[in-house]
Structures are given as structure tokens and as C-alpha cells.
């Protein structure tokens, strides 16, 4: 009777085994993703039929190329990532011109359509309901764009710092669209681009993976949902400051926490192991070259009404307006289950405790704690009111980032054309399956030496 043993050929013994059977589940993830994508054609959609005939056929010719024995998917890895995300971005462009115009995927599509279509007409978006957007815009009855307060209200307030605005704006300016969504496709998939140029050759198709979950992909930026442009900059400062490069950590960490407020654990928590780990002059560098970043993008929303940015920026945090309604996983899912309801200020006490306890152990075992301080975040929202499933998604990217760094140790050997070596290393790859005995084998071994 046959059974599975260690010291065989199992996958944590062969890596190429692993690493196909990655692409294996690139695959299925693909033909998921082709299955949703299928469910909403519509008749005479003639390019809905090429994007979905295009997912199916490519989720499972990469099943059968990593199943099949006579391919080396090393080799041909590049071409694989550059047709898949073609793949990707193609479908989140149709999905963008697909939707009627008068759509919004959620409050936060809308509330950052309106906000940016008011600052292209002079007015202060955080002094303005954004619930005004039904009176000048047509809003389809289909929109799922309602947060709910505890009064049987709706929020109305614009509750963001302001950094996504600078973008948002540029687009609303320069696009007939009332829905934004171009700018938050092109930072996904820019995203993207980065972290598989950025990491090594065999987590590439792990990063495809977590492109395919809703909350960071093209498809679901192509419907407003801002994440990525928050997202982006919080992994590119994580990725400095494994690299230690803290300069430029600095500058990206700031834009983030210029933009939402769920890169604010994170970032703190960067800056508490600098301060630990660097110099009192490097700490207050970091610190003034973060502070510089994030005041160049709110500066003009605070400085035009100081309250009303106040309100906007620290609205999850403080007691405005009427309290929103419990909601997502974690321990307000006892209260969301009815099993029993937990205080609000029950709520509160645990996530001061949670930041506390993360701020000391950062400082008390810095070496431990740089590899969970991706995860600072979701930790502190475990225990808060309102845990929305896409904060965990919103953390896998960030843990990719970790992993990759941790396997490679990049802050003792920093590497600034790192996208060049992925380049090299991918033809080195290829070279060395040309036969020994061509002019061009001969050649390149030349070039190695």
C-alpha cells in the first residue's frame, strides 16, 4: 500500500517540482477566474467572448505546460508572466468599459469619484456630503455604494487623508468618465510588475497568485477600489527598508500614510525599529523625510480647511458623526453573528492594548518583530469594530514582500538594478539550454567569463 514519505521525491525535496506545480495553481486560479468572468456575458459581447476564450485557453495551457515533462518552465518563465499579466490587465480594461457608466462598485468608488470631481471644480472635497454625487451624477439603483451607521443612516463623509486625491483628480480631469477607475488599474498592475521584477525567479508565480485575489486585482481596480494606490507605495517602503535603503522608505512610507489610514500601524512600526535600530541622527532623518512626503500631498487639503480635513483624516479613530455598524472577521464577529455584542469601548481598549504591545515588542526584539511588522495592520484590526475581509487580502502582498527578503537577505547584500538581474539571470537561464556545441553556446560562455 502506497503512502506519502519523507526523503522521496516529494515536493519539499524538488523544487521544480514545487515550483510547477505554483504554475499548476496560476492555472486554476485562471480558469476561476475565466468561470466568474463567463457568468457575465451578455449577448452579441463579441470581446467579452475573446477575454473569456482568452483566460480559459491560457489557464489551462499553463496546467498542461507545467504538467508536461519535456517543458522547463524556468526557461520559459518570462514569457508565461508577460502573457498572463497581458491577460490580466486586457480583462480588468473590458470589465472598466463594460460596466454602464452610472455603476459604483462601493461607497469608496463613489466617494472618491465625487471627492475628485470636486476638486476639479474648486471645492474642498471634506467639507461636502458625498451622498450630493446622486444629485449630479445618474447613480445605477444597482450601485452597492451604503456603509451603515447604527442609526439606520448612511455614511456621507469623505474618510481618507487625501494622498489617492492627487491622482484621482488628474484622471477625472483628463477622462469624460464619472466613475474613476484607469488610475487605480494602471497602479495594480504597476504593482505587479514590480513585485515580479523585484523577486526571486520561484516565487513569480506566488505573486500571480495574489494577484488573482479580488481585493489587489486589475478587475477589481478597474471598479474603483483604491487599495492599490495605498498598497503600492506601503510595499515599495517595506521593501526599502528591508533593503536598507531608508531614504527612499522614508519618502514611499510617507505617501502611504498620506493615503489611508491602514498604512499608519505599518509605517509607525518602521519607524520605531529605525529609531531603535539606527542612530538618533538616522532616526530623525527618517522620520523628517517621512513627515516631508506625507505633508507635501495633505498640506493643501489642511491648510484649505483644517476641520474639515481633520474630520476626513482622523474620522475612523474619533467619535464623528454617528457610529458605523459592526462588521467583517475577528472579534466583531461575535457581535456580527449575534452571538453576543461585545462594547465598543471594549473594542477600543483592546486595540490601544494591541498597538502598545506591538510598538514594545518592536522595540524590545527588533530582529523578530521586522519580519511582523507586514502584519501590524491586520493584528491591530483583529481586535477593532469593523475587520473587512480585504485587510487580510491587503496583507498578502506585504507578506510576499517579507518572505522574499528573508529568503534572499537583501539588507546585507542591497541591490538597486534588481530588476536588470532578474533580467539577466532569466537569460543566463536560457543560454544554458542551448546545445554546447553552437556558435552562439560558445559565444555566450565567452560573455559569462
Partial sequence: MGG??????DLLNDPEAMYSALWVAVGVMLLFVARRTYGALFEGD?????????????????VLLATWEPVDLRRISLPLVVWTVWTLLAVAFYNFLLLPPDFFGSDVSLFESYAAHLVTQGEHPMAHSMLDAREVWPISNASANITATTTGGVVSQYSYPGGTLWSSTLEAALTPYNRLGIATVL??????????????????PLVLLVWMVPIVRPVS????????????????????????RLDAAALALGVAVASKQ???PIAGLVAVHVLRTRSPRTGGRFLALAGAATAVLVAPFALWNPQAWATSALFPFLPI?????AQGVGLTSLTVSGVFEVPRTFHRVLVVGMGAALIGATWRWP?????????????????????????YA???????????????????????????????????????????????AEAYRRGRK
Avoid: C, N
Avoid at 504597476?190 to 520561484?202: I, M, N, Q, S
Avoid at 458623526?321 to 455598524?325: C, N, T
Avoid at 522574499?404 to 546585507?412: I, L
Fill in 367 to 391: 530582529d523578530r518583530m521586522r519580519w511582523v511588522i507586514p502584519f501590524a495592520t491586520i493584528l491591530t484590526m483583529l481586535v477593532h469594530y469593523r475587520t473587512l475581509p480585504s485587510y
Fill in 4 to 9: 506519502w514519505t519523507m526523503g522521496s521525491s
Fill in 187 to 204: 497602479a495594480s498592475t504597476t504593482f505587479l510588475a514590480w513585485l515580479l521584477a523585484r523577486v526571486d525567479v520561484g516565487l513569480e
Fill in 321 to 325: 458623526g454617528d457610529p458605523l455598524v
Fill in 221 to 244: 481596480a478597474s471598479l474603483g477600489m483604491i487599495t492599490p494606490l495605498w498598497l503600492f507605495p506601503l510595499a515599495v517602503g517595506l521593501a526599502a527598508w528591508y533593503d536598507g
Fill in 46 to 62: 463579441l470581446a467579452g467572448v475573446v477575454m473569456v476564450t482568452q483566460l480559459f485557453i491560457t489557464g489551462i495551457g499553463i
Fill in 262 to 264: 491602514l498604512a499608519w
Fill in 394 to 440: 491587503a496583507t498578502v502582498p506585504l507578506a510576499v514582500v517579507a518572505l522574499d527578503a528573508r529568503f534572499r537577505g537583501r539588507e546585507e547584500t542591497p541591490r538597486p538594478t534588481l530588476f536588470f538581474d532578474r533580467l539577466i539571470k532569466r537569460v543566463q537561464i536560457a543560454g544554458d539550454a542551448v546545445p554546447e556545441d553552437s556558435k552562439f
